[in-house]
């Protein structure tokens, strides 16, 4: 009998470790084209070098998802973003609100620009409007994103639902 090196909840190497023991090493190695002692190394808190990529951790995560329903590597992702939403600096909410007024005005004009007669396409949005657009409206939700976790903040960090489910 081998001793198994133990892995910490909550852990990449952990999320790993679980796929290996659940679907094998082999049919997760198979996902990404590596050999079953890749999956191994990956899951040895010992080999700090060797990490998959993160195209091959959502691959492997696919390859489990598909036989079991679970995706662990994305549930780690998921807890260790959420806790880093408790570190969020918070800001006076009338603050942050005139900052989500001010990008909300700029995505409304660059809008607005895109659909005058004399912009680049008339008055039909161009791809390149509309990408610049878009990135106006994600700095839109990044402010309000972050009124959201001043309230939290606010309030203790009161975790929030991701997709209805509160972890």
């Not at 990008?103 to 161009?126: C, F, L, Q």
């Not at 390149?128 to 009124?147: C, G, N, P, Q, Y």
Request: charged residues 25%; glycine residues 6%.
């Amino acid at each position: 009998m081998t001793a198994v090196k133990p892995r910490e909840p909550g852990t990449f190497f952990g999320a790993i470790t679980h796929i290996n023991d659940t679907i094998g090493a082999k049919r997760a190695a198979a996902a990404v084209e590596v050999g079953a002692s890749t999956l191994y190394q990956w899951a040895d808190p010992d080999q700090p070098n060797k990490r998959p990529s993160l195209d091959q951790a959502v691959a492997i995560d696919i390859a489990m998802m598909r036989e079991t329903g679970e995706t662990p590597i994305l549930s780690v992702y998921i807890e260790k973003v959420e806790a880093a939403r408790c570190e969020h600096q918070a800001m006076a909410l009338a603050e942050r609100l005139l900052c989500h007024s001010e990008r909300m005005g700029d995505a409304i004009g660059e809008y607005h620009t895109a659909k005058t007669p004399h912009s680049p396409g008339g008055a039909a949005v161009t791809p390149a409007e509309a990408a610049r657009i878009a990135t106006k409206f994600d700095a839109v939700i990044e402010a309000l994103l972050s009124a959201k976790r001043d309230v939290l903040a606010e309030a203790g960090c009161v975790r929030v639902p991701i997709n209805g489910v509160v972890k």
